[in-house]
């Protein structure tokens, strides 16, 4: 079945903002009072709030979970947001992927906020058929509402969609809502972590040279 509809990730996927939100977790952590090392906080990156802080503290009250993710937000927002940058190709894919005839998808565990924020780095007003984001669903990835919102909106079946992420998470979310994974290694994942995949390539630029023969293509 021809694929209609990708689904994009946006951090570590189509813009370099993995590390800065390690950072960002690490300084709000230490504030509290915990200390992981950056490669604990790294592994659970992909995953939006309500799913980050219980992997991290499974203890934690809904309170302290809650002021948390205020925290990381208004810090990340506030102070490293600036300094996301778009991968090379990034913007050229959106593009390649709209002028194939599909429509160009965002799907990301960020909120709103960081969703418009990260739009106006790939400069991709009209290019983007729909965005979900955490804002829009109950449950961030690894569940996979995001997905399912993004395929609703798509008006397409989940066989016609495709995602393309950086992290196990998004290939989680997509098994579970029924829509295969393409993953990239710029999000600093390794393989075996991102081994559910169809297929996996070195950034978006590697993508997009291959597009052509690549499962977006389909």
Not at 95 to 103: A, T
Not at 190 to 196: H, K, N, Q, R, Y
Not at 203 to 208: G, I, Q, R, T, Y
Request: net charge negative; hydrophobic share 40%.
């Amino acid at each position: 079945m021809r694929i209609k509809a990708i689904l994009f990730d946006i951090d570590g996927t189509l813009v370099d903002s993995n590390e800065l939100h390690v950072t960002a977790w690490d300084q709000v952590f230490r504030e509290a009072g915990y200390a992981f090392d950056r490669a604990v906080l790294h592994e659970q990156i992909g995953k939006g709030g309500d799913n980050y802080i219980p992997a991290l503290l499974p203890d934690a009250s809904e309170d302290e979970q809650e002021k948390l993710r205020d925290s990381h937000k208004q810090l990340f927002t506030g102070t490293y947001i600036e300094k996301v940058t778009a991968f090379p190709g990034a913007r050229d894919l959106l593009i390649r992927v709209r002028d194939s005839g599909r429509q160009v998808m965002l799907a990301s565990s960020a909120s709103k906020e960081e969703l418009d924020a990260h739009l106006r780095t790939l400069e991709a007003d009209g290019i983007i058929d729909e965005t979900t984001s955490a804002d829009d669903v109950e449950a961030s990835k690894p569940c996979p509402d995001i997905f399912e919102a993004a395929v609703k909106r798509a008006g397409v079946e989940p066989s016609e969609a495709i995602v393309v992420g950086d992290t196990p998470y998004d290939i989680e979310a997509g098994r579970s809502s029924g829509v295969d994974a393409v993953a990239v290694r710029s999000g600093g994942f390794p393989d075996e972590a991102l081994s559910g995949a169809v297929a996996i390539y070195d950034d978006v630029a590697a993508l997009l040279a291959d597009f052509e023969s690549s499962p977006l293509n389909r």
